[in-house]
């Protein structure tokens, strides 16, 4: 059975690893003022500048129902089933649509990942590994439910400016954190982003400390691969996340860049490491 695996534009995934795992994408729509455009369309960089200009966050309108049957017909037609990832179903409500939509087909299931960037990607690419070993589309669903609960998906914000603009802190929270130069930490919990830690000072040495915390605190990571994800980096953060995951005996080392959904909500020079946490 030839079966598709496919996720939203809030995979993060680089364009290599979407081609060497055959993993289909639909992206997300960003409104930049009166102007409308498909997530991948513009870097990061150019989210930014529209932000520094305008002073307003640009706006990530949901994939609706009738998006989602379009695109899984097309799937369809060269693929005998679909096996879709969405973005968590506690963050945005295309998860429900593209379920309702995936009830309109036969052998099309649609999997919320509870997670977003590349907790995303890694679901994508293990159902990728389930169908190459002959797993049934019902049972690449079942599984990825089943794992998604093993993900660590977490990342350090360097200002919070990005998350005032967005409604998730206060005008407090942000004064405070820039007078204080506070990196907060925002971790995945139960497919709800929540800030449980808080970093102080300069961000190569904030993401050294943010990677030992987290494989302290996740410690039997699957150490067949990891990401380090980014919407902007210094090289000396991204080596910072590098070393540490070195040391601690991942084999692959991925380093993405956030696509602009992700970075819309989160500002530049914003990393995370995210992996399985269901190794020996």
């Known amino acids: 059975m030839k079966i598709a695996i496919s996720v939203e534009s809030t995979n ?5 690893l979407l081609d060497k795992y055959d993993i289909k994408v639909i992206p997300y729509h960003i409104i930049l003022g009166n102007e409308e455009i498909a997530d991948g369309e513009r870097s990061t960089e150019d989210i930014f500048a529209f932000v520094d200009k305008n002073k307003i966050l640009p706006k990530t309108t949901a994939i609706n129902r009738f998006e ?12 005998d089933a679909v096996v879709h990832i969405t973005l968590s179903g506690e963050i945005t409500s295309a998860c429900a649509n593209a ?34 070993a002959g797993a049934s589309p019902a049972d690449i669903a079942e599984k990825l439910a089943e794992r998604r609960e093993k993900l ?18 206060s005008s407090l929270q942000l ?14 919990k139960n497919g709800k982003m929540v800030s449980d830690k808080k970093y102080r000072g300069r961000m190569d040495a904030v993401i050294a400390k943010y990677c ?9 990571p699957d150490l067949s691969r990891v990401f380090i994800t980014y919407t902007t980096a210094t090289p ?17 080392i991925f380093e993405t860049r956030a696509g ?13 490491i995210l992996y399985f946490n269901d190794g020996k």
Do not use: W
């Open 68 to 79: 989602y049957e379009e695109y899984f017909s097309s799937l369809k037609k060269d693929y």
């Open 236 to 252: 000396e953060m991204v080596q910072a996340a590098r070393s540490a995951l070195e040391n601690c005996g991942f084999k692959d």
């Open 260 to 272: 602009c959904t992700i970075a819309s909500h989160c500002g530049a020079n914003t990393l995370g």
């Open 175 to 188: 004064l405070g954190a820039n007078l204080l130069k506070i990196r907060p930490r925002i971790v995945l």
């Open 212 to 220: 030992d915390d987290i494989l302290a605190e996740f410690s039997t």
């Open 99 to 132: 379920v309702a939509a995936a009830t309109s087909f036969e052998n099309v299931f649609a999997v919320d990942s509870k997670s977003l960037s590349t907790g995303i990607g890694l679901l994508a690419i293990y159902a990728r590994e389930l169908a190459e």
């Open 152 to 169: 660590q998906v977490s990342f350090v914000v360097e200002k919070l400016e990005y998350l005032y603009k967005g409604g998730r802190c």
């Open 12 to 16: 993060d995934l680089s364009r290599e």
